[in-house]
Every structure is written in C-alpha cells, then in structure tokens.
C-alpha cells in the first residue's frame, strides 16, 4: 500500500515561497526510483488541477500557470517529491496534493491518471 504525506505548505503574501515535500513509503518491487508523481491543487469551488510533474525517467512536466515559478523535483534516495513554489499569487491559494501513477510512465498532469493521493497541505496567499 502505497502512503504519502505532504507537508509544508501555510501562509505567505503575494511574491512570496514555499517549498512543499512528499513523503512516499509502501512501494514495491520498482520502487520509488522509478515512480511517475505529480503536485495537484484544489481551490474551493474548482476542479483539482495538475502543477507538474515528474514521470518514471524523472523527466518535469509543468502548468502554464507554474512554469518559470515552480519546480518539481526528488530526492529517490529519500523517497521524496518536492514542489519548489516562487513568486506566489493569490490565485495559487489552494490544498496541494501529491500522488503517483501505477502502470504509467509518463502520466501528465490529467488527476485520472493517478491512483494514490496524499491527504494534502493547505497553501493561502495573500495580496
């Protein structure tokens, strides 16, 4: 069983950072090495999004709304995602989750490509 945990978000004004982290445990034969994860966000009232992400060969995909601000990376030897988040908007004010897709290599930023989702982290900007 496959558990992550988020962690690092909270409360900045416009322009500000965050880096947020990805704790991942209960992979299998392939391990996390070779995972394909994405950061996902949800605003009140709006459909959960793809950020970016970072497929099996480690190779980043982003969202026209967070390239040039954000960067996704790992750490395998920790079996952990980050987001590094700058330049932060009001709109970017959301839960951020983190998840990774089993049986895909590159799986994009669609959330119906993932199966496991972390519980979430709450990140407010304000203006």
């Known amino acids: 069983q496959v558990v992550l945990v988020e962690s690092g978000g909270g409360s900045v004004q416009s322009g500000g950072s965050l880096r947020l982290s990805c704790v991942a445990s209960?992979?299998?034969?392939?391990?996390?090495?070779?995972?394909?994860m994405g950061w996902f966000r949800q605003a009140p009232g709006r459909e959960r999004e793809g950020v970016a992400a970072?497929?099996?060969?480690?190779?980043?995909s982003y969202a026209d709304s967070a390239k040039d601000r954000f960067t996704i990376s790992r750490d395998n030897a920790k079996k952990t995602l980050y987001l590094e988040m700058n330049s932060l908007k009001p709109e970017d004010t959301a839960m951020y989750y983190c998840?990774?897709?089993?049986?895909?290599?590159?799986?994009?930023?669609?959330?119906?490509?993932?199966?496991?989702w972390g519980q979430g982290t709450q990140v407010t900007v304000s203006s």
């Open positions: 209960g992979y299998g034969y392939y391990g996390f090495n070779a995972a394909s």
């Open positions: 970072s497929d099996c060969l480690g190779r980043a």
């Open positions: 998840a990774t897709a089993r049986g895909f290599c590159t799986p994009g930023l669609a959330p119906a490509s993932y199966s496991y």
